[in-house]
């Protein structure tokens, strides 16, 4: 999360690279001014006529301002409010993924190693709900405001501690609830753009994804060479 420029932009791209790589099929088929909704209302992305379906309107504020530390507008491109990242998040709590209903969820819970797959008696819009209560709750009594209204360097300190586990309250362990902030904001990110996120395929134009081109497998005799075209959704979105 660091501010220079020299070290972010290298560093993004390969985050980009790596998470797309990691990403199911599926899945793969803006600068925001802290506390402001207006302005991340006017980027592309998040529509000013959007109405969250899951998250209140302290969680939404939230949201916004947490996804645009995680992936912020620089020289390469927009960052993840203005792609409508938090919209892409807020869609996936009503479909079966928010509700935990795509894997066992079942007692007994136990903590166990990533391979066993999710452990966790929460499903993510629970997560999402009391972990995000919680936090606002920790930086007004530290800072006498909520998340959305710390200064960028305050945001990311506060995410900071909750990657590292330092910052667990209400029963929400601090890495599990950066790991389902993250994870959903590189999916929106990359995702098509029929589910919310990445709304002008700028995620896919940075990494020479080319989408959901019919032509695409026509090139592949041609290692080594840039794809000349620009990414289509499967909705037939096409970049600008």
Same mark, same amino acid.
């Given at each position: ?9 290298p560093? +993004?791209?390969?985050?980009?690279? +790596? ?7 599926a899945?793969? &088929?803006s600068?925001?001014t802290? #506390?402001?909704?207006a302005?991340?209302?006017?980027s592309? #992305? ?7 379906? =899951?998250?209140?309107?302290?969680e939404w504020?939230?949201?916004?301002a ?17 792609? &409508?990242? /938090?919209i =892409?998040?807020?869609k996936?709590?009503?479909l079966p ?6 894997w066992y ?6 903590? !166990?190693v /990533? ?8 499903a993510?819009r629970e997560?999402?709900? +009391?972990g *995000?209560k919680a936090?606002?709750?920790?930086? *007004?009594s530290?800072y !006498? ?7 960028h ?12 586990g330092?910052?667990n309250?209400? &029963?929400?362990p601090g890495a599990?609830?950066?790991?389902q902030?993250?994870e959903?904001?590189?999916e929106?990110?990359?995702a098509d753009?029929?589910? %919310? #996120?990445?709304?002008t395929l700028a995620?896919?134009k940075? *990494? %020479? =994804?080319?989408?959901a081109?019919?032509d695409?497998?026509?090139?592949m005799?041609?290692?080594n060479r /840039?794809?000349?075209? #620009?990414?289509?959704? *499967?909705? %037939?979105?096409?970049?600008?």
């Amino acid at each position: 999360m660091s501010d220079d420029n020299q070290e972010v932009n290298p560093s +993004r791209r390969r985050f980009l690279q +790596r998470s797309l790589a990691l990403l199911p099929a599926a899945a793969a &088929g803006s600068l925001l001014t802290t #506390g402001n909704t207006a302005q991340a209302a006017q980027s592309e #992305g998040v529509s000013a006529h959007y109405v969250p379906v =899951f998250f209140n309107n302290d969680e939404w504020r939230f949201l916004l301002a947490a996804v645009d530390r995680l992936i912020p507008q620089d020289e390469l491109g927009p960052g993840a409010v203005s792609e &409508g990242v /938090p919209i =892409f998040i807020d869609k996936q709590m009503e479909l079966p993924y928010g509700h935990g209903q795509l894997w066992y969820m079942q007692p007994p819970f136990t903590d !166990g190693v /990533p391979e066993l797959g999710y452990q966790s008696s929460l499903a993510p819009r629970e997560t999402y709900r +009391r972990g *995000i209560k919680a936090i606002n709750a920790w930086c *007004i009594s530290e800072y !006498g405001k909520v998340f959305a209204e710390l200064t960028h360097s305050q945001q990311e300190a506060v995410l900071t501690q909750l990657e590292k586990g330092e910052l667990n309250r209400d &029963g929400v362990p601090g890495a599990l609830f950066f790991t389902q902030l993250l994870e959903n904001t590189k999916e929106g990110y990359l995702a098509d753009p029929l589910h %919310g #996120g990445n709304q002008t395929l700028a995620s896919w134009k940075l *990494i %020479g =994804f080319p989408g959901a081109r019919a032509d695409y497998p026509q090139v592949m005799d041609n290692p080594n060479r /840039p794809y000349p075209l #620009g990414p289509v959704s *499967i909705s %037939g979105k096409r970049s600008v």
